[in-house]
């Protein structure tokens, strides 16, 4: 059987995030894993938008949360997603595309902001099966300040995001990314605050002690 240069790196990555994931529960720092909610936020204006233009999307889920056991095979899948719409999506604005600052939407054009990528990751994962209390559509700073989307999904190995800005897909504590809020995974419209965590481990540790 052929093996791909390709696949043994995303093999040796899903191995990395696991021994990353298993180091921090192993020294107690379970929030190099894991991100915590704090308390209940307003959602973001797009997002009231797009529920309003979409409501079968925005349906309240179960009481109950539902743990994705992460393994190799799921592991590439997030990577094909991830990788399929940072590729098959041109980047542009809002404010370029529908004359508006912030206009969430599915990327029907081929063209989107960074939220329209997020929400056809979304949809996509969804629709291979795992569940939407673990696909939380998140709210950040990015590298460079500026507001941003992402989606972080939620597993047993840890908090992984998925960003347009990068086919690289990185546990929440090595995004470089400030976190500010997201989605409750017990119902998509109820959004929650994160805190502005930065994601460095550094100084989330030094936070810690």
């Excluded at 991100?35 to 309240?60: I, K, V």
């Excluded at 086919?167 to 929650?192: C, G, H, M």
Aim: charged fraction near 20%.
């Amino acid at each position: 059987m052929r093996i791909s240069f390709k696949s043994i790196i995303i093999a040796a990555s899903f191995f990395g995030f696991v021994a990353i994931s298993e180091t921090a529960s192993a020294g107690g720092q379970t929030d190099l894993a894991h991100l915590h909610s704090g308390q209940r936020t307003s959602p973001p204006l797009g997002w009231t938008q797009f529920c309003a233009e979409n409501q079968t999307e925005c349906r309240s889920g179960t009481s109950t949360t539902i743990s994705v056991a992460l393994n190799e095979k799921l592991w590439r899948e997030l990577v094909k997603v991830n990788l399929h719409f940072n590729q098959s999506i041109e980047a542009v604005t809002d404010q370029a595309q529908y004359g508006s600052p912030e206009y969430w939407t599915y990327a029907k054009s081929g063209r989107g902001d960074c939220e329209d990528y997020v929400l056809e990751k979304r949809r996509e994962l969804a629709r291979r099966g795992w569940p939407l209390s673990s696909l939380l559509i998140t709210v950040v700073l990015d590298k460079e300040g500026g507001g941003h989307a992402v989606l972080t999904v939620v597993t047993d190995r840890g908090e992984f995001i998925l960003d347009n800005q990068t086919n690289l897909i990185l546990p929440w504590s090595q995004s470089e990314l400030t976190f500010i809020k997201r989605q409750s995974p017990l119902d998509p419209n109820a959004w929650v605050e994160l805190g502005r965590k930065l994601g460095r481990p550094e100084i989330v540790t030094a936070g810690l002690r």
